[in-house]
């Protein structure tokens, strides 16, 4: 049982450029988050998804967007990197509203 | 403004030396308190939830508790295997619903 999965695990970018990062669930959850974890800083909410065709800003937005066309994908976009995004982002998903998420195993994101 | 602060930031344990973690919070409206564990390189992996002040949760050397302004986990006896960060989450249930906030963290560190 794969749970959550997220692709790529790694990835070294230099400014300006764009990237995605896929985060994949076979659990068939509604709910769909991306989060970046800095040091000293917790786990931040970029966007979250309550379905399929569904997205919503998190805390921290600016500079991301996303995509959910399928129910088990949620897709981060990095339209124009900064050395400010450098971080790990982490994918979680949820069955319903007040369950635990489950979270992936992030993508650890460095931008030069 | 929802908060959830984490004490202490790190804490070093020797092999069966219980001690506690605190997750102090002030959120509008709890809809519930999550514990998590996180290995390095990994991402979050559920512990308990907790709804109501007053409800405990158990969970082989751990035992979570709730009161109306904070969380415990207790850690009875650790071993190094429970060497860990963990984490506490809030989910407020007024107006951002499905969005939950996280604390920074505590770094235990279990030496055998």
């Known amino acids: 049982n794969a749970g959550v999965t997220q692709t790529p695990k790694f990835r070294v970018l230099k400014t300006g450029q764009s990237m995605t990062l896929l985060c994949a669930q076979d659990m068939n959850h509604e709910y769909m988050y991306w989060y970046r974890q800095d040091p000293g800083m917790g786990l931040r909410l970029i966007h979250y998804?309550?379905?399929?065709?569904?997205?919503a800003k998190g805390e921290v937005p600016d500079g991301y967007n996303v995509s959910r066309l399928k129910k088990q994908n949620f897709l981060l976009g990095l339209e124009s990197a900064a050395p400010s995004q450098t971080s790990v982002y982490f994918c979680?998903?949820?069955?319903?509203?007040?369950?635990?998420?489950?979270f992936g195993d992030g993508t650890r994101l460095s931008i030069l | 403004e929802d908060q959830v602060t984490q004490s202490p930031e790190a804490l070093r344990l020797q092999e069966g030396e219980s001690s506690s973690l605190n997750c102090s919070y002030t959120?509008?409206?709890?809809?519930?308190l999550f514990w998590y564990r996180q290995d390095p390189g990994k991402g979050p992996e559920f512990l308990f939830t907790?709804?109501?002040a007053g409800e405990e949760k158990e969970k082989e050397r751990l035992k979570a508790t709730l009161t109306k302004k904070e969380s415990f986990l207790h850690i009875t006896a650790p071993k190094p295997e429970d060497s860990a960060t963990y984490l506490c989450?809030?989910?407020?249930?007024?107006?951002?619903?499905?969005?939950?906030?996280f604390g920074s963290g505590t770094k235990l560190n279990v030496k055998p």
């Open positions: 979680a998903s949820q069955p319903l509203s007040n369950q635990p998420q489950h």
């Open positions: 998804s309550v379905g399929e065709g569904t997205t």
């Open positions: 959120v509008s409206g709890l809809r519930g």
């Open positions: 907790l709804y109501s």
């Open positions: 989450a809030v989910r407020s249930g007024v107006f951002n619903f499905n969005k939950f906030y």
